[in-house]
């Protein structure tokens, strides 16, 4: 309480019991008073229990008082009447109270109502009336008294601070009196004396003056210092009662808590349905009392669901059933949910995610193991519920199935839903059952198809109805009068829906008996209803502040907070215009809150209150509330855009509410604001100061409100570092806004092609949440650019999903060479993305090196480790399943290309799959025509990815399985066998055997042997039911081996092809042939048939194609001539059942009309004939679309389009690396896809609706990348590759500046003369040596030489000498100059590795004779004289097979790796071993050495995906760090940039991977898309250049940023304070936070500013100091108001050396460098690869940058780009307390708005130059291949 000395202001009582008003009457007549003024404005109302006495409104007697609309003059009187009525009537009630307290008729609490002031009776609530040990916890009174009370009698601000008698002009005694008894005596009885504070001061003039009074400023400041403290402390108190209650901060229990509460406040609102609740009472006993049987458990487990219209109470009678539940069912525990209403039940996954958490804490599980993914999580969490038991059953209830996302296309997100639940567990869900959710009310029937399983909600009967008001009625202590009841009675029986029910009694609750209430007045409807209810709230709360509420509510995304509300009215000058009409004299610059509080409390029934984005949101409660504000409010699409608009501009951070005419803002009111939005910068502050003070009527408050992407949170506390929070709420709502508010323009600059708020909303959210925004965007406007960057974030989405910050890469990778002055915003984004992406992503690309977005490919999935053997998709197109020779099924979403399912129990290869036509089971199956084994045929749940049963009894064949189109059974041909015979046998006989092999039961053996002598084969057509996978039947019948199946669309028949040459009709009902067909002119297998939907033809292949009728078996038309014979490979019918396509071997496609037998088109992909491959001759599929396009696959790795009308090839889907398998084309009523699987190991899925949009094309060989070379001397690099072409690119640009294809054969290396003016290259297995002119690209000589074919050849570092091995392995050594053999020795054994030393060795590692002995294993060094290749040593110290070696530029050390899981390090000058590394446990795959700190290091990896990093400049090795985040081999190192920095790679993992070699940490991932090749490095430019499989060529550069991250001997920091206020930076950071509109020229203009700056940041391993550097580095750009400085420094490294390259001569294997050595491992083969198991990757999780609870203080700042996690640098535990030893000292926290930046020395200094010589690798040495 803050008191003064004035008591203020008096009401009149709004209401005075009937008892005391007659009293006031009796006094006030027996003293001769007036009460006329009583009796005319109190009017009796008898509907209140007890009657009372109620003030009528002023408007009845003086209507000018409150009419804005009538003259001033007549509202001047009215007021002034109605002041001189006030003071009349208040006289009255003040005499006859002192009268009645006097006589004690009355009690002084009685009498405080007639007398008391507002503030009197507002601390008599707060304070007065609590109990006083309650109060003193929570009370703070401050006193004020001026001292010369005497001397201010005729001051003019007399009034303001004291009551002021107006007749007689001074002081009045009677306030004052009261006032200090209030004061002086109520409340010192009540509080403690440190609950009060009291000041006093002297008056001066205009009262309160702290500008000319310093004690008036001392004592304001004290009053606001003790205010503070103590407020603070009074929170203080109550967390410490608190303690560390876990709850507290429990996202979980918050989550819990809310809904419980929800559910009581729901419960109270609930009568009636006695009926439907009787049901959900026998469900929910009978499943948690009785055990659920097998016979039972089908129909009697199911969800129960509760349907209904919108209102009819769906959410109340949950609520009741969790009531009974918990009342009647003590031992269950017991879930609810309203979903909707929290962030955690937006969606299904963030609902299961609450599910699994709050199911594991009951039953003991731990929360860690929570999957993210959905399809884990759906499993996972019906794993959980069978955690249920007798002792302790679960009960779930989920109301408002509907406030869930649905796809209407896809029911998977009603697939978490079980279809049966376990035992014990019982599940309640309610779902909206009306017009505008009739999708998912079918999606549910359809899961749920009994009747038994839905409790529909009726309307209320009539009697019910009207006793549920009587009871309201009750419970307000209020009535109606018999006609106002009739009239209620005869409105219920139009409608009597509960929501109709609750507006209907919010309406009559507000009737006095005196009021005369008409028929025509009451709704007939919920729609009347609502539009009454708008009508009361315009009139009691004005028609500006309701409508714009309601209208801020309805379009708000995801509701919206209260301070975002008050903002926005404050903000919208219809509502602030509105207001100044009724406080003309105030300058009010924002919405009080208690505006909104009055009403809230009026709509309080119809709004509810949810956590979204971390805080506590509002939105209407009802559906069709928001329709009636859309109808009534915004029909005009100007207004909806309006609204819209004023979302974004206070996001953004534009427009507090301007001034309006007659109101004029004081600098008080001004700073008043300023201290509200705390977080302007100081330029602005300035700038509007300076209009207040010179009097500018029109102030711009335009950016008065700056909403940060993150904001940055400083503890206070020492041990607790810096945190971030992102702004959910602007990241979530502005794109929305803007998008509907058609600001399509401001949507590209300032989020789609601005790089920061893409990475930042990245990392906030998730990639899926920024695709809806782009697809919103595309829903409302076309556009290009926005078209194509969303493409290609799709084309990223398991990269990105993965790992956000590859989002610079991948968009500079795909869109660089599109990023041109066609496309402006592009450009910016991709400037954007290179300025600022390289400072968490070090490896950028140069140029354009990943498939562009905009054609036809969507999605690339490279999930698959094994050969892809079978492809299929569901009949509703929405999911692909691929089975693969790694034993795995895997299922894919289509529409998102999310990996949803990895299926794993089969033991053998999955051959093929098969979907129900459900969309409900999997079967995926491993048998083929081999008969001896038993054959797995499992059966999955498709949505869950549950294993469900085997097929048992399939015993070998081709025949794929169908399964009936009614979903219930499954078919399949097979070969016959008694195994299968007994087993049928023992099923018919009742006995459960599904899960039990044949081969292990006696009695099958038994019976086995006593038919021994029966008939082996028999060719037999199984029949499986579904529902339990029992063996149904058998169709016998066939005499030769089942080909195909096939059925009819009404499942009445099956058609059975077969090597007996017939087809046979099968009745599926009885078992029996009822038809066999042949061919009429001649007899042949029949191999293929297909049946059209309409059940009248099947097409069938015998000798010939025919068309067949299925009413006679008749052939009605041949397709073929009768010399035409061609293996067909496949048969599809069109969708409309005209056409037939017909697939051959030959690389040929034929479609035929199959009601006229007519040839439509004939094509011949005569591309893939001529393929020198025998295996590319076959067309996998074909399928039309679009009308007239044919899709072929046929041949090589590229499908065709064509037009086969005229046989024309429109287009072509490049991309697959090898040749293509599978096909499936979607039918014209779907999306127009196509979906490829080849033998690359990928699928493709392929929008073909953009076939004719413009695609640049990727420059990139056809076939796999043999080696990389650079030139430095003419600045380009040259790539090979086994399409017998060389290119040659530039290697500043990456730009592609010539083609040379090679006659001779493909090419392994060239070898660069003459400063690179001409080129060496010797074709593999030719004896033949090309000279190219590199000038010209062309070849100017083709040389034989005298020597047999070469498979490689090897150059000297000097170019004298010419070393190369034959087909025969034979050695032979040339002279260079004149190409003159020198000598030749015939090794007889095959090299596994070759390395070139000092030009006067050869090093070999080869299977070679010596001493009598053969050597296999190739586990030593044979040392050759190079000139006379006489062997001169042998280096012996390995055990088993050396894998790899490499040699220190000095050739001084050779170090090589082996099986033996060693890693020798030689010294070449007395040929001895220098030192060994032992300290891995797997065998050496790869070895790169660089020096660090005048110090020899090696990095080694192993086909464990282990990395590690050691130094061995002494005789013992010494460990520096074990790298782990390799889940495969590695099979490819060096060193980069100065080797301060390591890359790894293995080539089946797709990714490189940088280390800090100082740090021994993971710096980033960089995602490849393909398998690598080879790879060279370029120190000079930091470049690195890698080679992939799928013919590209990527140009990687190494950001300068992170080469200058140096670090010094003694980790010494220094810091640099930076100005974030400069006058530059000031108009650059307005710019951006008014729009961003011109942050792309400010890119632009600072570039150079910023990489100066950037050079000098240390980079960090913490995510949140990332950030703040990354602030830093930007303040040019954005205004960082105050970062905290508390952290912990990490510095990063400089590098000062090169890296050592590996090449090979040979296209596979493990290849190394042309003069250290090279691999001949298999020259045809695979290099080996590990068969164990991976090494789990020991990244840690993120670290935590969501802190919604913390209670630290909070420093907004926009900031550019967001930190990458401790999950991508790869640290353990261990590693921070590496880095914990020698990071910095903590530095304090500052006050003022600073950023630090931090510098190191430019170069390391290196004493010993001669080390340094000696193991820098020569830059000729810097290529590295892998395969």
Known sequence: ALLGQKYGYFPLPYQI????????????????????????????????????????????????????????????????????????????????????????????????????????????????????????????????????????????????????????????????????????????????????????IDWQAEGINPHQCQSHYDYLQQCCMIFHKNVKGMIDKVMLKVGDNIFDSNPLYQEVLHHLHFCLKQNRSFYGRQQELTTLQEYLQQTCSKPITPSTHKHKNSPLVVLGPSGCGKTAFIAKGVEWASKHL?????????????????????????????????????????????????????????????????????????????????????????????????????????????????????????????????????????????????????????????????????????????????????????????????????????????????????????????????????????????????????????IHRYQPTQAVLNIPILIWLRLKYDLNDYIIEFQVDGLTAIRWYHQ???????????????????????????????????????????????????????????????????????????????????????????????????????????????????????????????????????????????????????????????????????????????????????????????????????????????????????????????????????????????????EILCLVATSNYQYIIAGSSDYLVRIWNISSGELMHTLEKHTRAVCGAVVTHDCRIVLSYTYNSDITHDHEIFAWNLQTGEYLYNLRGHSGGPCPIVTTYNSRYALSGCHHNLKLQAWLERSQSGQDISNRLVDDDDEVMEYLFDHDDAEYYEFLIPIWNLDDGRLDQILQGHTGEILQICMTTHDRYALSCSRDQTTRIWEIQTGQCIRVIHEPKCHDYMFHLAITQDNRFAIIQGHHLGVYSLDNGQQIYQLQEDNHYHPITRLTISNDDQYVIVCYESNTVEIWNIMTGELICHFQDKASSLSQSPDNDDVCGADITLGNHLVVASGYNVPKIVDYENGKIISQLNGHASKVKELI???????????????????????????????????????????????????????????????????????????????????????????????????????????????????????????????????????????????????????????????????????????????????????????????????????????????????????????????????????????????????????????????????????????????????????????????????????????????????????????????????????????????????????????????????????????????????????????????????????HSIASDSEESQKQALSLENGHSEVHAAVRRNSEEIKRRDSQIVREIDTVEKMRRLSAQLSDLFIAENVSDDHDDVLSTQMNGNNIRKDSLAPTGMRMSVDHGHDQKGFGVKAEIAKDSPVPNSDVNHAEAKDTNSTDDIVQAETLTVPQTDNQNGLTKDDHEKIKNIESTTQQVTTTPQIIEESLPQQLPIENKALEEAVKPSDSARNNNLH
């Not at 009527?697 to 607790?720: A, C, E, G, K, R």
């Not at 390591?1542 to 940490?1561: A, C, F, P, Q, V």
């Open 17 to 200: 019991t009937a008892f005391n008003f007659q009293l006031i009457r009796t006094v006030l007549l027996a003293n001769q008073k007036p009460i006329e003024l009583l009796d005319q404005w109190y009017k009796e109302d008898t509907n209140a229990v007890p009657p009372v006495y109620i003030l009528q409104p002023i408007s009845i007697h003086l209507a000018n008082y409150n009419n804005m609309e009538a003259k001033a003059e007549l509202r001047a009187e009215d007021e002034a009447t109605w002041s001189s009525i006030h003071q009349q009537i208040q006289q009255l009630l003040w005499f006859a109270a002192d009268e009645l307290i006097a006589t004690e008729k009355i009690s002084a609490n009685e009498g405080l109502k007639l007398k008391a002031s507002s503030i009197e009776q507002e601390i008599s609530c707060g304070i007065l009336d609590l109990d006083k040990a309650v109060v003193n916890d929570c009370s703070l009174c401050i006193f004020r008294t001026f001292a010369n009370v005497e001397s201010i009698s005729n001051d003019s601000a007399i009034m303001t601070y004291f009551d002021i008698d107006q007749e007689k002009q001074e002081i009045d005694e009677r306030a004052n009196r009261l006032l200090s008894q209030l004061r002086d005596h109520k409340l010192i009885e009540k509080l403690d004396g440190q609950q009060i504070e009291q000041f006093t």
């Open 330 to 578: 003590m031992t269950a525990d017991i879930i609810v949910r309203f979903l909707g209403h929290t962030i955690d039940s937006l969606s299904v996954v963030k609902t299961l995610t609450s599910l699994c958490q709050q199911i594991g804490q009951l039953y003991d599980q731990s929360l860690h193991d929570i999957p993210k993914h959905y399809s884990k999580l759906v499993i996972y969490f019906l794993r959980l519920l069978a955690l249920a038991n007798r002792r302790k059953p679960l009960i779930l209830f989920l109301d408002g199935l509907d406030e869930l996302p649905f796809n209407h296309k896809d029911d998977h997100h009603l697939s978490w839903l079980p279809k049966q639940l376990p035992p014990y567990v019982a599940m309640v869900i309610s779902i909206k059952d009306d017009r505008n959710h009739h999708d998912e009310v079918k999606a549910l029937k359809n899961a749920f198809p009994l009747d038994s399983c839905y409790i529909e909600l009726e309307p209320l009967a009539i009697d019910a109805a009207l006793q549920i008001i009587d009871d309201w009625l009750y419970l307000h202590s209020t009535t109606l009068t018999p006609q106002q009841r009739q009239l209620v009675s005869n409105t219920i029986l139009r409608c009597s829906l509960p929501l109709f029910i609750r507006l209907l009694f919010n309406q009559v609750v507000q009737w006095h008996s005196y009021q005369s209430i008409l028929q025509a007045e009451l709704p007939v409807d919920i729609s009347s209803a609502i539009h009454q209810l708008f009508d009361r709230m315009e009139d009691r709360h004005g028609q500006a502040l309701f409508s714009r509420t309601a209208c801020y509510m309805v379009c708000s995304r995801h509701g919206l907070t209260v301070n975002e509300l008050l903002d926005l009215l404050s903000c919208d000058t219809y509502v602030m215009e509105e």
């Open 624 to 866: 069709q509330i928001c329709d009636i504000v859309r109808q009534r409010y915004l029909q005009d699409d100007g207004l909806q855009r309006e609204i819209h608009s004023q979302y974004a501009n206070y996001y953004i951070g534009k427009g507090i509410v301007s001034s309006t005419k007659g109101s004029q803002y004081s600098i008080a009111d001004y700073h008043l604001q300023n201290q509200r939005f705390h977080h302007h910068n100081s330029s602005q502050r300035r700038s509007v100061d300076s209009n207040i003070q010179a009097g500018n009527d029109n102030i711009s408050h335009d950016n008065l409100q700056l909403q940060p992407m993150i904001y940055h949170i400083h503890s206070t506390m020492s041990t607790q570092r810096h945190k971030i929070r992102y702004n959910l709420r602007k990241l979530n709502e502005l794109p929305y806004h803007l998008i509907y508010s058609h600001r399509f323009d401001e949507v590209k600059e300032m989020l789609f092609c601005f790089y920061p708020w893409l990475i930042t909303k990245l990392q906030a959210v998730s990639l899926p949440v920024v695709l809806d925004d782009f697809e919103l965007f595309l829903s409302q406007m076309h556009d290009i650019e926005v078209k194509i960057i969303f493409d290609a974030l799709r084309l990223s989405y398991h990269t990105l999903d993965d790992d956000p910050f590859s989002l610079a890469a991948e968009l500079i990778g795909q869109l660089a060479t599109l990023a041109n002055d066609d496309y402006h915003y592009l450009q910016l984004l991709i400037e954007s993305a290179d300025e600022i992406g390289c400072q968490h992503s070090p490896l950028l690309p140069v140029t354009s090196c990943l498939f562009p977005p905009g054609g036809v490919l969507r999605y690339t999935l490279d999930d698959c480790k094994g």
């Open 1225 to 1615: 084309v979607t039918p014209e009523s779907h999306e127009p896809l196509a979906i490829t699987a080849s033998d690359d190991r990928t699928i493709k899925i392929w929008n073909l609706s953009n076939l004719d949009v413009p695609k640049f094309e990727l420059p990139r060989h056809k076939k796999d990348i043999t080696f990389i070379t650079i030139c430095k001397e003419k600045n380009y690099y040259i790539s090979g590759s086994m399409d017998n072409t060389l290119k040659k690119w530039d290697l500043e640009t990456g730009q592609l500046l010539e083609t040379l294809t090679i006659s001779a054969g493909y090419l392994y290396s060239i070898h660069f003369m003459l400063h690179g003016q001409v080129g060496y290259c010797f074709p593999l297995d030719t004896a033949t040596r090309v000279k190219i002119d590199m000038a010209n690209f062309v070849v100017t000589e083709t040389h034989t030489l005298d020597s047999m074919a070469l498979i490689g050849a090897h150059v000297t570092t000097s170019g004298e000498y010419l070393v190369g091995i034959t087909i025969k392995n034979d050695i032979i050594t040339w002279e260079m100059k004149h190409f003159k053999q020198m000598a030749k020795f015939a090794l007889n054994a095959m090299i596994k590795h070759l390395a070139l030393v000092k030009s006067k060795y050869i090093l070999t590692v080869d299977n070679i004779e010596a001493e009598g002995k053969r050597y296999f294993d190739a586990k030593c060094i044979h040392v050759w004289d190079l000139k006379t290749l006489k062997l001169l040593d042998r280096l012996t110290g390995h055990t088993r097979t050396i894998t790899c070696m490499i040699k220190t530029r000095n050739e001084r050390y050779l170090l090589t790796g082996s099986n033996d899981t060693t890693v020798i390090v030689w010294d070449m000058e007395n040929r001895k071993i220098f030192s060994k590394m032992t300290a891995h446990r797997y065998s050496i795959k790869s070895i790169a050495v660089a020096t660090i700190d005048n110090k020899l290091i090696a990095a080694s990896g192993s086909d464990r995906g282990i990395v590690y990093l050691w130094d061995f400049h002494q005789s013992e090795c010494r460990v520096l760090f074990q790298l782990e985040g390799h889940k495969s081999s590695v099979e490819g190192l060096t060193f980069a940039l100065n080797d301060y920095y390591l890359i790894s790679m293995s080539t089946k993992e797709n990714i490189l991977k940088i280390w800090h070699t100082k740090r021994g940490y993971l710096i980033a991932n960089y995602y490849l898309h393909a398998n690598p090749t080879n790879f060279t490095e370029c120190a000079e430019k930091n470049v690195i250049i890698i080679g992939l499989e799928d013919g590209r060529v990527m140009r990687l550069k190494m950001s300068s940023e992170i080469q200058m991250n140096n670090v010094t001997g003694n980790n010494e920091i220094t810091d």
